[in-house]
């Protein structure tokens, strides 16, 4: 939940990164998963909120030299179109790092195309011995574009989305400057297609603080039935993980099969979003797998269609046909 109001004068910085991963197999003398992938390019655009309309105000670019994966990942070298020559042209990472934060300056809302570049940038942070606080709100981008392209619930590469909004292509694809070009673009067309007090509801109800732990997950007891089993988890979601005030329900705790869903709301952390999956194990019990997270757009989605298959189906669900729509969506959430 986005804590800054958005108003005429807001500042967002799209950014994108390229990382090199380990080569597999090789030994290296450290763990691996202190550093999956290593940071070679940061690409970002800044852009001015103005009037129902962003304002493009300049582009950022680093190459990075890596300092431990010196070698591209031949996925990466596939992916990116870089060459091993390439790793060598660039500046150190925190010189990098340094010039991009001055981008940034000190009040801009991050944002990326899917979650997974805030946390390997603080991961490459933390292994390098930096501050790993961003101290920005970070937005996906990517479930926003969904929700306003009528996909809801949908993973689109930011390519499907370029070519959604028949959005120029001049430069390659999966280098970070470019891919922060494309996707300030769609970030700019999101706007210029729907209401922007509509694009702004979303953005503030999907934004998360990246240097809070946005996810939480348990493993019930066993049980010997599922009901049971969904009683011993009871005790995980009636408290916000963060600060341990009691939560509200905004939508019940409901049961789909052999999934429960519920959204819950703490007074200072705002929504959060629950499913628990009944399991059973090879003794023939039964247990409960739950998360608890932060909702974001995707998520208020997946509740509300899975609310409205229950209220219309009940606990069954939808008959098998129906299910089938819904199968590539529930496939990637
Ligand atoms: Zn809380």
């Known amino acids: 939940m986005l804590s800054k109001k958005i108003v005429d004068g807001c500042e967002f910085v799209v950014f994108d990164l390229e990382w090199n991963q380990p080569i597999p197999g090789k030994t290296y003398d450290f763990d691996c998963a202190a550093l999956t992938g290593e940071i ?63 981008f940034c300056g000190d009040d801009a809302i991050l944002v990326g195309w899917g979650n997974s570049d805030p946390a390997m940038l603080k991961m490459n942070l933390k292994f390098f011995g930096m501050e790993p606080k961003l101290g920005m709100q970070f937005l996906d981008l990517q479930p926003i574009f969904s929700f306003f392209a009528g996909q809801k619930g949908k993973q689109r590469s930011v390519e499907a989305a370029v070519d959604f909004y028949n959005i ?40 998360i603080d990246p240097d809070l732990k946005n996810e939480f997950s348990l493993v019930g007891s066993e049980a010997k039935d599922a009901e049971g089993a969904l009683k011993m988890i009871e005790g995980f979601t009636s408290v916000c993980p963060l600060c341990s005030r009691p939560l509200t329900a905004k939508i019940s705790k409901f049961r789909i099969r052999k999934s429960q869903y519920a959204l819950y709301s703490c007074i200072e952390h705002g929504e959060l979003f629950s499913r628990s999956r009944i399991k059973k194990n090879k003794a023939g019990m039964y247990f409960a797998s739950s998360v608890l997270r932060f909702a974001t757009q995707t998520d208020y989605y997946l509740v509300a269609s899975k609310k409205e298959e229950f209220d219309k189906y009940g606990a069954a669900g939808a008959p098998a046909v129906i299910q089938e729509d819904n199968k590539e969506e529930s496939g990637n959430l």
């Open 168 to 207: 120029e292509k001049k430069d390659i694809f999966h280098s970070a400057t470019a891919d922060a070009q494309y996707t300030g673009a769609v970030f700019e067309e999101i706007f210029r297609h729907n209401k922007p007090s509509e694009v702004i509801s979303a953005i503030s109800s999907s934004s």
């Open 40 to 102: 070679i390019e940061i690409g970002a655009c800044r852009y001015v909120y103005e009037n129902g309309d962003l304002i493009c105000r300049g582009t950022f670019s680093a190459d990075v030299v890596p300092a431990i994966y010196t070698r591209l990942h031949y996925h990466v070298r596939k992916v990116t179109c870089k060459k091993n020559s390439d790793l060598k042209k660039g500046q150190p990472f925190a010189e990098a790092y340094k010039g991009f934060r001055e």
